[in-house]
């Protein structure tokens, strides 16, 4: 079965499951059920006030808020009026979320107030960035004031619009047309927004959900981000797909995760490894009932055997997959099999999702024996059509047909492949991809910092954090908790170094160019005293 060819459009696969799984729980969020039939109604009425509120079929509807019900619903909807989704980060500033709709030009942002004690609307104002393309912003939660409209406002909006004009605004939506745009950050310093279409999600997470073997009835947590591939894609719609529950999880914390396991009885977890880490150490895990669990998939960061082993033999997970991928290969390039061992699982990210090819290459493109190093790259209907108006970035990218990843990798005799370092400068923060170029850049508009070099370093609770090298300006002063504290107003929490070292100059080589070794093993050694 190919889901490209099964559903052809999200809206389409909506309407699908609504008729197959019509009664079944679609989503669980506290005290807001919803079934399948009951989804479709609600996101059919998201789409007629969507319309109204004059989005046209490829406008860019952006969404910047926590893993919440309405969250799905209004992305749904949006996709349903023909728009394309573009999710924000939440731990976005205002700074980075203004670039994003400003490279987007959206013409709709659905956001929230209040999540965390967080003003998202007043966070975008003070950054003080103009949004010429901006119509309007809806709060999904929270007070409506200055401009924005309240959800039940926004929704009233529905009754402008006729049942019929929404269903053929959905109908004209094409498995090629663009579905999403999701940003992400890149060695230039600035997000690039990988577009992808409906076809290609659709055929990507078919695959997904049947190797991992997601079923009709299963329970799932989602505490992978929505504005995530894997919270939105692996979670979302492969829920869809399948007939399987979504209960969102706004905030990880190991005590309510596990509270929240053993009340809705929920069979799914997928996470980073720091997910399965906290809950096997926390305490309190002895007084919770966590038997219903059977399926977990993980990646993101080092798998340790001993993790997967701890799972099977202390929990009661049935399945345990690692699997790896890129949001520029739709979220997924290559998977564990259900029958792998936990060497496999825990030393491999699995081999190429099928009709797809995967291979290691030298700097010139030519194919690595099997066991020797070199650049993961990708070749497939995962790939992404390209960067969102940034052909530059998209032919250095992608050539030939093949993504190279960045990533240096091994492939043995099997075809499964091991990340082994990466070609790119990128370290990954509890999950999160953090670049240095954009954490750089933004570093250098502190008034006092001539030069700066950021390197990520191991950290045994989120795998890795970030450390900055900053030299001054002559005759300026730095102090590197002022630095800290300035950096944190300025970007999302994972990207914020763990430890500033104010330096005297930087280690170069004759051609000017930063020693990133040097310093990465400059940090470990301060991290380590």
Same mark, same amino acid.
């Given at each position: 079965?190919?889901?490209?060819?099964?559903?052809?459009?999200?809206?389409?696969?909506?309407?699908?499951?609504?008729?197959?799984?019509?009664?079944?729980?679609?989503?669980?969020?506290?005290?807001?059920?919803?079934?399948?039939?009951?989804?479709?109604?609600?996101?059919?009425?998201?789409?007629?006030?969507?319309?109204?509120?004059?989005?046209?079929?490829?406008?860019?509807?952006?969404?910047?808020?926590?893993?919440?019900?309405?969250?799905?619903?209004?992305?749904?909807?949006?996709?349903?009026?023909?728009?394309?989704?573009?999710?924000?980060?939440?731990?976005?500033?205002?700074?980075?979320?203004?670039?994003?709709?400003?490279?987007?030009?959206?013409?709709?942002?659905?956001?929230?107030?209040?999540?965390?004690?967080?003003?998202?609307?007043?966070?975008?104002?003070?950054?003080?960035?103009?949004?010429?393309?901006?119509?309007?912003?809806?709060?999904?939660?929270?007070?409506?004031?200055?401009?924005?409209?309240?959800?039940?406002?926004?929704? !009233?909006?529905? #009754?402008?619009?006729?049942? *019929?004009? $929404?269903?053929?605004? %959905? +109908?004209? =939506?094409?498995?090629?047309?663009?579905?999403?745009?999701?940003?992400?950050?890149?060695?230039?310093?600035?997000?690039?927004?990988?577009?992808?279409?409906?076809?290609?999600?659709?055929?990507?997470?078919?695959?997904?959900?049947?190797?991992?073997?997601?079923?009709?009835?299963?329970?799932?947590?989602?505490?992978?981000?929505?504005?995530?591939?894997?919270?939105?894609?692996?979670?979302?719609?492969?829920?869809?797909?399948?007939?399987?529950?979504?209960?969102?999880?706004?905030?990880?914390?190991?005590?309510?995760?596990?509270?929240?396991?053993?009340?809705?009885?929920?069979?799914?977890?997928?996470?980073?490894?720091?997910?399965?880490?906290?809950?096997?150490?926390?305490?309190?895990? !002895?007084?919770? #009932?966590?038997?219903?669990? *059977?399926? $977990?998939?993980?990646? %993101? +960061?080092? =798998?340790?055997?001993?993790?997967?082993?701890?799972?099977?033999?202390?929990?009661?997970?049935?399945?345990?997959?690692?699997?790896?991928?890129?949001?520029?290969?739709?979220?997924?390039?290559?998977?564990?099999?259900?029958?792998?061992?936990?060497?496999?699982?825990?030393?491999?990210?699995?081999?190429?999702?099928?009709?797809?090819?995967?291979?290691?290459?030298?700097?010139?493109?030519?194919?690595?024996?099997?066991?020797?190093?070199?650049?993961?790259?990708?070749?497939?209907?995962?790939?992404?059509?390209?960067?969102?108006?940034?052909?530059?970035?998209?032919?250095?990218?992608?050539?030939?047909?093949?993504?190279?990843?960045?990533?240096?990798?091994?492939?043995?005799?099997?075809?499964?492949?091991?990340?082994?370092?990466?070609?790119?400068?990128?370290?990954?923060?509890?999950?999160?991809?953090?670049?240095?170029?954009?954490?750089?850049?933004?570093?250098?508009?502190?008034?006092?910092?001539?030069?700066?070099?950021?390197?990520?370093?191991?950290?045994?609770?989120?795998?890795?954090?970030?450390?900055?090298?900053?030299?001054?300006?002559?005759?300026?002063?730095?102090?590197?908790?002022?630095?800290?504290?300035?950096?944190?107003?300025?970007?999302?929490?994972?990207?914020?170094?763990?430890?500033?070292?104010?330096?005297?100059?930087?280690?170069?080589?004759?051609?000017?160019?930063?020693?990133?070794?040097?310093?990465?093993?400059?940090?470990?050694?301060?991290?380590?005293?």
């Amino acid at each position: 079965m190919r889901g490209d060819l099964e559903w052809g459009t999200i809206p389409r696969l909506l309407d699908m499951s609504a008729e197959r799984f019509a009664e079944r729980e679609a989503i669980v969020d506290g005290d807001k059920t919803l079934s399948f039939a009951a989804l479709r109604e609600a996101v059919r009425g998201v789409a007629r006030a969507t319309i109204a509120a004059g989005v046209e079929h490829g406008d860019r509807v952006a969404i910047w808020a926590p893993n919440i019900h309405e969250w799905i619903v209004a992305a749904l909807g949006a996709l349903s009026a023909g728009a394309v989704l573009v999710p924000i980060n939440t731990r976005f500033k205002g700074r980075e979320a203004a670039f994003v709709l400003n490279k987007s030009r959206a013409r709709m942002l659905l956001t929230v107030r209040g999540f965390l004690d967080i003003d998202y609307v007043e966070l975008l104002r003070a950054a003080g960035e103009p949004l010429e393309h901006l119509d309007s912003i809806v709060l999904l939660r929270g007070e409506a004031a200055d401009g924005t409209q309240s959800w039940p406002q926004f929704l !009233a909006r529905a #009754d402008e619009v006729d049942e *019929r004009e $929404a269903e053929k605004r %959905a +109908a004209a =939506v094409s498995s090629e047309d663009l579905s999403d745009i999701i940003f992400t950050s890149g060695t230039t310093g600035q997000p690039k927004g990988v577009m992808t279409t409906h076809a290609q999600t659709l055929r990507v997470f078919e695959v997904w959900s049947r190797v991992v073997g997601l079923r009709e009835g299963d329970r799932y947590l989602i505490v992978n981000p929505f504005f995530h591939t894997f919270g939105y894609k692996a979670g979302i719609l492969a829920c869809i797909m399948r007939g399987a529950t979504i209960v969102p999880h706004a905030v990880f914390d190991a005590g309510q995760v596990m509270r929240r396991i053993e009340e809705e009885r929920i069979t799914v977890l997928p996470g980073p490894p720091t997910l399965y880490q906290s809950i096997l150490n926390d305490p309190a895990r !002895a007084h919770h #009932d966590l038997s219903s669990l *059977r399926l $977990a998939v993980t990646g %993101a +960061a080092v =798998v340790p055997v001993q993790l997967i082993e701890r799972m099977r033999d202390e929990l009661t997970f049935e399945t345990i997959l690692t699997a790896y991928g890129l949001t520029e290969s739709t979220g997924t390039a290559t998977m564990c099999l259900p029958d792998d061992d936990a060497e496999t699982i825990a030393n491999t990210s699995g081999c190429a999702i099928p009709d797809t090819e995967v291979r290691i290459v030298d700097d010139d493109g030519n194919e690595m024996d099997r066991g020797e190093p070199g650049e993961v790259v990708i070749r497939g209907y995962n790939v992404m059509l390209g960067y969102f108006e940034d052909p530059e970035q998209t032919a250095a990218t992608v050539t030939d047909g093949w993504l190279h990843t960045g990533d240096i990798g091994v492939m043995d005799e099997r075809g499964y492949i091991r990340i082994t370092d990466r070609k790119k400068d990128m370290f990954i923060v509890g999950g999160f991809n953090a670049y240095p170029a954009e954490i750089e850049n933004e570093l250098l508009r502190y008034p006092d910092i001539a030069q700066v070099a950021v390197v990520g370093t191991p950290d045994v609770r989120l795998g890795e954090v970030g450390v900055a090298f900053v030299v001054p300006k002559p005759g300026a002063a730095l102090d590197p908790d002022l630095v800290a504290a300035w950096t944190k107003d300025q970007l999302a929490n994972y990207k914020v170094p763990r430890r500033v070292e104010v330096v005297d100059a930087l280690p170069m080589n004759a051609s000017g160019k930063v020693l990133k070794f040097e310093l990465r093993e400059r940090a470990r050694r301060l991290m380590e005293a």
